[in-house]
Each structure stands twice: as structure tokens, then as C-alpha cells.
């Protein structure tokens, strides 16, 4: 079992940027995929990004060269860097974790953490 707390999340102006972090429970941190969806209102679940157990990390389109995954295996914690950040950003962002990031979606989840952008 692993159980997952975002935090992190809030109200930025559009432009701005917000760091969110996942903790992790147990042993085997280091040995899952860990990944970032987020869901805005109306609309589908997305994955926004996602690393590795090496550290091999995907990015959605919508967020490349604004969002940054990282991982500190030490304190079973990822955290996710959101710069220039605009309104469509808007959503509840939801940490994930799995064996490899094609199963993220099905994976453990922890509870979201809300970001909103206004423009």
C-alpha cells in the first residue's frame, strides 16, 4: 500500500508559478513511477506528467518548457515545478503512483490539491 499527500496548490496570478509536492508512504518509493494528473471542471482527467523509477520523465504538450517533475528518493517526495502558469492550468492536480507510468492512471492516488489561475 502507498499512500500519497499533495500539497503545495492555491491561487497564482497568471504568470506566476506554484511548486506542489507529493509525499509518499512506504519502502518502495523508489522503485514506482510517479505522476501528476490533473482534472479542470467539465473536462476529462489528464496526465500532465509523469517520471520513472530512473528518472525518465514525460510531459503533456500543453506544459513543456513550463512544467518540471523531480523526485527525491531520500524523502519519498515529488514535486512538481509550474511556471508560467495560465488560466487553462486551472484544475485539482492529483498525485499517482505505479510500477511504470503507462499504468499511473491505475495506480494509487492521493486526494488532489486545487491550483487556480487567474488571468
Known amino acids: 500500500q502507498v499512500q500519497l499527500v499533495e500539497s503545495g496548490g492555491g491561487l497564482v496570478q497568471a504568470g506566476g508559478s506554484l511548486r506542489l509536492s507529493c509525499a509518499a508512504s512506504g519502502r518502495t518509493f523508489r522503485s514506482y513511477a510517479m505522476g501528476w494528473f490533473r482534472q479542470a471542471p467539465g473536462k476529462e482527467r489528464e496526465l500532465v506528467t509523469a517520471?520513472?523509477?530512473?528518472?525518465?520523465?514525460y510531459y503533456a504538450d500543453s506544459v513543456k518548457g513550463r512544467f518540471s517533475i523531480s523526485r527525491d528518493n531520500t524523502r519519498n517526495t515529488v514535486h512538481l515545478q509550474m511556471n508560467s502558469l495560465k488560466p487553462e492550468d486551472t484544475a485539482v492536480y492529483y498525485c499517482t503512483a505505479n510500477s511504470n507510468i503507462a499504468t499511473l492512471g491505475a495506480g494509487y492516488w492521493g486526494q488532489g490539491t486545487q491550483v487556480t489561475v487567474s488571468s
Open positions: 517520471i520513472s523509477s530512473g528518472s525518465i520523465t
